[in-house]
């Protein structure tokens, strides 16, 4: 194996180490847990937002945990902020809860779309976001979650939400 090979290797078992440590960390403090899922679609550019973290594969919609005592308003004002300096114009629309099944018997996550928005700085990388950024909706990336790619047909469509993420 080149160190180049086992560099990314190494990368790639690490991060997902890491993911299972946060998952692991959030059941003992919680026993259930529910999450935001935020898809920002700019309807001009027909583009949406996305982003990469640094502890799972992939695409995902911006988004994380509620705390407790945290509204999903404000988790959803939080998380866009934290993940990609974006500001809501206007309250984000919930659209769907899901049962997160392959997370754990326990995850729940609710879904929102927001449409009227402003970026308040470009988004630099760091120890969680990657990457942060808005592609075209007809050039969606092809490591985006099955999640994140269900949720988008859903709100895009007009499809009957799954009860499942």
């Known amino acids: 194996m080149t160190e180049e090979c086992a560099g990314t290797f190494g990368k ?3 991060s997902r180490l890491r993911g299972r440590l946060f998952h692991w960390w959030f059941l003992l403090r919680r026993p259930m847990t529910l999450g935001v899922r935020i898809i920002v679609l700019d309807e001009e550019k027909r583009s949406v937002l996305l982003v990469r973290h ?3 594969p992939g695409w995902q919609l911006p988004g994380g945990g509620v705390e407790i005592g945290e509204t999903l308003a404000d988790a959803v004002t939080k998380e866009l902020a934290e993940e990609a300096n974006i500001a809501a114009s206007e309250p984000a629309r ?3 809860v899901h049962f997160n099944r392959h997370a754990s018997r326990r ?6 779309l927001l449409t009227r928005f402003r970026q308040t700085a470009p988004r630099a990388p760091d120890h969680e976001i990657a990457e942060a950024r808005f592609f075209p909706l007809d050039a969606l990336p092809e490591n985006l979650s099955p999640g994140a790619r269900r949720r988008l047909r859903e709100a895009l469509e007009g499809t009957a939400p799954s009860p499942f993420w």
């Not at 995850?107 to 929102?112: I, L, P, R, S």
């Open 12 to 14: 790639t078992r690490l």
């Open 54 to 56: 640094t502890y799972v």
């Open 94 to 96: 919930l659209l769907s």
């Open 107 to 112: 995850d729940h996550v609710a879904v929102f």
